[in-house]
């Protein structure tokens, strides 16, 4: 099981990042990235730290991996360009951006804006429009599956224009707590009720095995 979307007391987590990582260790986790919410008052701060952590944990976790990244959280659309290119300047190794998930009041046009940042991850993109699935298509750009509550509810409706598309889907839990990190069968059953087959649902394990391999090359 791998956790490309999580959150540690640096925004609105509840664990230090070294407990987070304890925790998905003890649960059987191969990895986390650590992308914790952020916005222009607060990137400067929180990527530095994530950065310095990582790289503290070389060569003490054994075969588990850590990713210091970052998610861009309700910000207005046309500033996600220019924070995802400060994020990376920073030294976040993997971009997620908060999307329209139906259970928060985003910004309209989040979604696109973020395609077109050319972003890792668009996170729980709620009603997803046609043709932003066909941009993500086209870049390379995952679409998360959601564990968490709420964001959860239009996972159907991603993983349905997802696969008609073609676009590359990633199961995430967006965790802030010890009790968002699921296993790998809860997260299989997550994947099938939203609609996704079994043999989709291997390709999606795939795929975050191989971003996580991508982005620690980054590091």
């Not at 985003?106 to 066909?134: F, W, Y």
């Not at 390709?203 to 971003?211: C, D």
Request: hydrophobic content about 40%.
């Amino acid at each position: 099981m791998i956790d490309l979307h999580t959150h540690s007391i640096f925004s609105d987590g509840e664990l230090l990042p070294a407990e987070l990582i304890r925790r998905a260790q003890a649960k059987g986790y191969e990895g986390i990235a650590i992308t914790d919410h952020a916005d222009s008052s607060n990137l400067d701060w929180i990527v530095p730290r994530l950065v310095r952590f990582c790289k503290d944990l070389k060569g003490k976790q054994g075969d588990f991996q850590v990713v210091p990244g970052i998610e861009l959280t309700h910000v207005a659309p046309e500033s996600i360009a220019l924070l995802t290119r400060e994020a990376r300047k920073l030294g976040a190794a993997l971009i997620l951006v908060h999307g329209e998930t139906i259970a928060e009041p985003v910004c309209p046009g989040t979604n696109l804006a973020a395609l077109e940042a050319d972003v890792d991850i668009l996170a729980h993109p709620g009603l997803i429009k046609k043709k932003e699935v066909e941009l993500a298509k086209a870049k390379g750009i995952f679409l998360e599956i959601s564990s968490r509550k709420g964001h959860s509810l239009t996972n159907g409706h991603v993983a349905q224009l997802a696969k008609k598309i073609g676009a590359s889907l990633i199961l995430n839990n967006d965790t802030h707590s010890p009790d968002d990190l699921i296993d790998s069968s809860q997260a299989r059953r997550i994947a099938l009720g939203a609609g996704i087959a079994e043999n989709d649902w291997e390709k999606m394990k795939e795929n975050a095995r191989n971003l996580l391999e991508t982005t620690l090359s980054k590091i």
